[in-house]
T-cell receptor
Framework: GQNIDQPTEMTATEGAIVQINCTYQ??????LFWYQQHAGEAPTFLSY????GLEEKGRFSSFLSRSKGYSYLLLKELQMKDSASYLC????????????FGGGTRVLVKP | GAGVSQSPRYKVAKRGQDVALRCDPI?????LFWYQQALGQGPEFLTY????????KSGLPSDRFFAERPEGSVSTLKIQRTQQEDSAVYLC?????????????FGPGTRLTVT
């Protein structure tokens, strides 16, 4: 089976940096996704990591350590619009790439 | 181009009623997924189609849930004799091909409330 853990909620100040951790236990590993979901809206893709290391994409970066079963999403220069839930997910399944999601981390950015 | 669309966006059903939720995936996307998302939780997998073939329905919670994609494009998720525990947001997602690295594009979801 697959198990994904991430903190429930985090609060940070506008302009600051926040790091959202995700630990996973999977039978086999086929990469890890991060999605952003604003309240009442569709999840939108942020990143996909399959190799160890840090991948930077503008203000957002994602890190993966396969040996530790660990990933984090780093949000820099926080803006109010970054207030959202951030979902960690791993693909896998005998018949396709269905995603197993963590519970999501709700980030609240305060002025 | 157009993204994934779902209808209706909101549905209120009385307990025991049947409901049908529609998903229009991105044109040309082979894979289609349905997920159920309870309030404050991450989405949970329900079922997967590759073209018109339903290859995985392991996440459907009971035999009251049924999904189809008869022509390999539009999909319908049907819930019979709705119960209060069925209240959730139902998300549809599509991806270009089968494969773990392919990004899934999500629709806005249908919020189902069973009273």
């Amino acid at each position: 089976g697959q198990n994904i853990d991430q903190p429930t909620e985090m609060t940070a100040t506008e302009g600051a940096i926040v790091q959202i951790n995700c630990t996973y236990q999977t039978s086999g590993f086929n990469g890890l996704f991060w999605y952003q979901q604003h309240a009442g809206e569709a999840p939108t893709f942020l990143s996909y990591n399959v190799l160890d290391g840090l991948e930077e994409k503008g203000r957002f970066s994602s890190f993966l350590s396969r040996s530790k079963g660990y990933s984090y999403l780093l949000l820099k220069e926080l803006q109010m619009k970054d207030s959202a839930s951030y979902l960690c997910a791993v693909p896998g399944g005998a018949a396709g790439n269905k995603l197993t999601f963590g519970g999501g981390t709700r980030v609240l950015v305060k002025p | 181009g157009a993204g994934v669309s779902q209808s209706p966006r909101y549905k209120v059903a009385k307990r025991g009623q049947d409901v049908a939720l529609r998903c229009d995936p991105i044109s040309g996307h082979v894979s289609l997924f349905w997920y159920q998302q309870a309030l404050g939780q991450g989405p949970e997998f329900l079922t997967y189609f590759q073209n018109e073939a339903q290859l995985d329905k392991s996440g459907l919670p009971s035999d009251r849930f049924f999904a189809e994609r008869p022509e390999g494009s539009v999909s319908t998720l049907k819930i019979q004799r709705t119960q209060q525990e069925d209240s959730a947001v139902y998300l549809c997602a599509s991806s270009l091909a089968r494969g773990d690295s392919y990004e899934q594009y999500f629709g806005p979801g249908t919020r189902l409330t069973v009273t």
